[in-house]
């Protein structure tokens, strides 16, 4: 066989076994043909990837007592020496650079000492960190790392590849790429390689900026078809139709252009482009397309900003502010996002939640026709599925089936999914072909979970146009490994940045994906996409692999929530205890309060008293604390005031109307009144732990453990009143 031939076989086969989303053309074109020693070991890691192996969750951890230290050490000195090796043999002509008797100097042998010492002194002030590891962790959503997560960061941060562009991380983009497929896979925006090349998801550093990601795409997308009129203006473009309606560009005013959906939006620009394309048959293709680009891009809200592209609107193509409807209950990432992308964090408008803490379907629909009726511009509509808080999931299939009902009126959004928290809980939904799961099925394998409703919102995902999800929230990845995933990859494009130096350019392959254009991000760690990557190959992000480890924390939940009830009922007599809601996930919120108190304000005070026992405390170690949990505040401005109150006279027989603003506690406080209070104090416990139910000591796990040392907790806090 020819060389050349030989190596294109080689890295297809090779590279068709390490990726399996990736068209092999997509490959072919951008790996490395540098060396075979490279692709061989491609080739032979890609081999063993196609197997199937039950996951066994004792293989999969350190363990909380490092259980598993000894074969995390083995793999840790593996992928040391191998590095080593690579080093030594890049080039091994070239001298050493540090000489035998210059490591034996003096001045060598004290940085040695000095660094050894500051490395003792770092390590032992890591021992007040936060063991995240251990089942009595039972507080925000963290728990350990895997160790194919652990691994495959570590060893390929050694090799530091900076995935902002191609040049400085040739096998770690495709590996993010890969990965942003496999998850646009479990999430169900589709099952085969070529469908989910159309898709778009990427590595963030956390969900906050896979959130704003997703704002700002959703601001460029919305005005995108009043850009494309002034272009086609400029350039002369006529006979342009939009919508199903196939009505004439020229005659749309800005707010029938702002209402087309994502999809006709994006195949608007396509057809603006083609057109510009057709008329100049004197240009090379190329050139027509970059000409056409060029224009939209100096007609985009985005280069414009917001001041220069409004102010061109007048008369009856003016707009009105526009919005965005999320849920009370969003992560405060949205409004950080909102404001710096220019949208305001004002304007994002709240939605209340009903009594399972999902927003209210029909207070969401009141507020969409309330827009359609007084013009307004309606941005983005956001879902959250695992609330920070409750880890409730909202009826993403309503908003689906509200959109396109709502459409058909004439009012379009973009709608966002964030599922930092419960995206990954979509494994457990999914079969290894990506088709959905039945309920009934589930619901026999993880103990009663999930619910018909949060089955149906799981299911309506592939219907939304992003989502946000966290591989290093229910991923077991180490920081900073965030993701968004774009339904449809065109959305990228409406970013799209040129940099000289580093993304591409005319020296460079054709096929190169640099993610720097398309991000949010520039430089960023490579190893963050090989640890989720390395962790998806062992433990698949489907029913076979993160199903099992998940399914089994929605287990676990429901075992906490049970036996949360069988407490309440053992120490009636001098306390409540009662858990807010069913989960939907993993998490679960409760409160406590003395029997036969009716004061807000006690039962707060009370139940910081009993959080000091369970929380980290600046003034005594970690380790003086038998378990760690962690507390919201529902404050009266930002949750349902109504469904608090009822919840508070019929739970925990505290009287609702202590519940009140901070203005009127205020008012009160000063008129003498006491019991009332502006917040309602929460515990919470994230069961993402997977040694929960193991035995911790004398045959108890660790939630009877946890729930054991609670009465004597309530009395000491009791005492401390
Ligand atoms: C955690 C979380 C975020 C923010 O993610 P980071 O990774 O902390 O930036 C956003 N939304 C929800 C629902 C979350 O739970």
């Known amino acids: 066989m020819k060389e050349g031939s030989r190596r294109k076989k080689l890295s297809q086969t090779g590279s068709s076994r390490l990726f399996r989303y990736l068209i092999p053309e997509e490959i072919a074109s951008l790996l490395p043909q540098h060396g075979s020693s490279k692709e061989l070991n491609l080739v032979r890691l890609g081999e063993r990837n196609t197997e199937t192996t039950p996951v066994d969750i004792k293989a999969l951890f350190l363990g909380p007592k490092a259980e598993n230290g000894e074969l995390a050490e083995k793999m840790l000195l593996q992928v040391f020496r191998d590095y080593i090796f690579w080093r030594r043999n890049f080039h091994p002509e070239d001298m050493s650079a540090i000489q035998p008797e210059e490591q034996t100097s003096a001045e060598y042998q004290r940085l040695v000492a000095r660094f050894q010492r500051e490395l003792f002194m770092l390590l032992g002030e890591l021992k007040a960190d936060i063991p995240f590891y251990s089942p009595r962790y039972i507080g925000h959503m963290v728990a350990d790392i895997s160790l194919p997560a652990m691994v495959g960061y570590l060893a390929t941060m050694l090799y530091n590849p900076n995935n902002v562009s191609w040049e400085a991380s040739p096998i770690t983009t495709l590996i993010e790429v890969e990965v942003g497929r496999e998850l646009a896979k479990m999430l169900g925006f589709g099952n085969m390689p070529q469908e989910l090349a159309r898709t778009w998801g990427h590595i963030t550093s956390g969900g906050t900026v896979g959130n704003l990601e997703a704002l700002w795409v959703a601001k460029a997308l919305k005005f995108l078809p009043i850009a494309v009129r002034f272009a086609a203006q400029e350039l002369n473009v006529t006979g ?106 004002g304007q994002v408008i709240s939605i209340p939640v009903d009594k399972y ?127 968004v995933v774009f339904r449809d990859g065109r959305s990228k494009e409406l970013v799209a940045q040129e940099a000289a130096y580093a993304l591409g350019g005319r020296a460079g392959h054709p096929n190169e994906i640099h993610l720097g254009k398309f991000i949010l991000e520039g430089s960023k760690p490579g190893a963050a996409a090989a640890a989720v990557f390395l962790s998806h190959r062992v433990v698949p992000p489907d029913q076979g692999g993160y199903g099992k480890l998940l399914g089994h924390t929605a287990k676990i939940a429901r075992k906490f929530y049970h036996r949360l009830l069988l407490l309440a009922q053992s120490i009636q007599d001098d306390f409540i205890v009662t858990p807010l809601v069913l989960p939907d996930t993993n998490i679960v919120d409760y409160c406590f309060n003395l029997a036969n108190n009716d004061r807000l304000d006690i039962m707060n005070r009370f139940s910081q008293r009993l959080y000091q026992e369970l929380s980290i405390h600046p003034e005594s170690p970690v380790q003086t604390r038998s378990f760690i949990v962690s507390h919201i505040e529902f404050s009266y401005a930002n949750y349902n005031p109504e469904i608090l109150k009822s919840f508070l006279e019929q739970k925990l027989g505290v009287k609702g109307d202590y519940f009140v603003s901070s203005k009127e506690l205020k008012q009160r406080l000063s008129e003498g009144w006491v019991g009332c209070d502006d917040e309602i104090m929460v515990f919470r416990t994230t069961l993402m732990n997977l040694f929960t139910l193991e035995e911790a000591w004398g045959a108890k796990d660790y939630i009877d453990s946890f729930l054991e040392e609670i009465p004597g907790l309530l009395r000491k806090a009791r005492a401390a009143l």
Not at 255 to 280: C, M, R, S
Request: proline content about 5%; glycine content about 10%; hydrophobic content about 40%.
């Open 357 to 483: 803490y999902r927003m209210d379907r029909g207070l969401l629909r009141q507020a969409l026709y309330e827009a359609l009726e007084m013009q307004r511009p309606v941005i983005m509509v956001i879902g959250v599925v695992g609330s920070t808080e409750e880890g409730a999931v909202a009826p993403m299939y309503e908003l689906v089936s509200l959109r396109e009902e709502i459409t058909e009126q004439g009012l379009s959004f973009f709608l966002h999914c964030d599922g930092a928290y419960g995206g990954y809980m979509a494994a457990c939904f999914r079969k290894p072909s990506g088709e959905l799961r039945s309920l009934a099925e589930m619901q026999k394998e993880y103990g009663g979970w999930p619910t018909s409703e949060v089955h149906q919102s799981f299911a309506a995902l592939g219907a939304v146009d992003s989502i946000t999800v966290d591989p290093h929230k229910l991923g077991y990845v180490p920081y900073p490994a965030g993701a």
């Open 240 to 345: 342009l139709t939009a919508s199903r309606a196939r009505i004439p560009l020229e005659s749309m005013r800005a707010w029938d252009l702002v209402n087309l959906t994502p999809t006709e939006t994006l195949d608007l620009k396509d057809q603006f482009i083609a057109a510009y394309t057709g008329a100049h048959p004197e240009l090379e293709p190329q050139e027509a397309v970059a000409e056409a680009v060029q224009q939209l891009k100096a007609h985009n809200i985005l280069t414009l900003g917001d001041q220069a592209f409004f102010s061109r609107l007048r008369g009856e193509d003016s707009l009105n502010t526009p919005v965005i409807f999320a849920s009370q209950t969003m992560h405060y990432s949205l409004q950080k996002g909102a404001g710096l992308v220019g949208i305001g964090a």
